[in-house]
């Protein structure tokens, strides 16, 4: 088992920043991806970030590229999320998940743990 917990989110103003965090625990061993994910009041679960676990390779969508970053502490077991420029379309539930298998993926089916979820808020 891995357990995630999140941590950072809160009220911003649009254009400014937030740094998410996620501490792994547990058989992070195990793990080969991790990823960050967004969900908003009535709308699916949408893929913002990912990294496999040595850090070497980060993806992401479209919609976030050029302001969202990943990045990871080994040391700490700990994924990041910085995100600047911030828009109010931001705004979400934003959730950090883990999968076992090595390849990038977007897709919530494909990761194994999650995070309780913290919320970002964005105001124009």
């Known amino acids: 088992?891995?357990?995630?917990?999140?941590?950072?989110?809160?009220?911003v103003q649009a254009g400014?920043?937030?740094?998410?965090?996620?501490a792994a625990s547990g058989r992070t061993l195990s793990v080969g991806r991790m990823g960050w994910f967004r969900q908003a009041p009535g709308?699916?679960?949408?893929?913002?970030?990912?990294?496999?676990?040595s850090g070497s390779s980060t993806?992401?969508?479209?919609?976030?590229?050029?302001?969202f970053t990943i990045s990871r502490d080994?040391?700490?077991n700990t994924v990041y999320l910085l995100m600047t420029s911030l828009k109010p379309e931001d705004t979400a539930v934003?959730?950090?998940?883990?999968?076992?298998?090595?390849?990038p993926a977007r897709r919530?089916?494909?990761?194994?743990?999650?995070?309780?979820?913290?919320q970002v808020t964005v105001s124009s």
């Open 108 to 118: 919530p089916d494909q990761y194994d743990y999650w995070g309780q979820g913290t």
């Open 16 to 22: 400014g920043s937030l740094t998410l965090s996620c």
């Open 43 to 53: 709308k699916e679960r949408d893929f913002v970030a990912g990294i496999n676990w």
């Open 94 to 103: 934003y959730y950090c998940a883990a999968g076992l298998a090595l390849p």
């Open 59 to 67: 993806y992401y969508p479209d919609s976030v590229k050029g302001r």
């Open 74 to 76: 080994n040391a700490k």
């Open 1 to 11: 088992q891995v357990q995630l917990v999140e941590s950072g989110g809160g009220l």
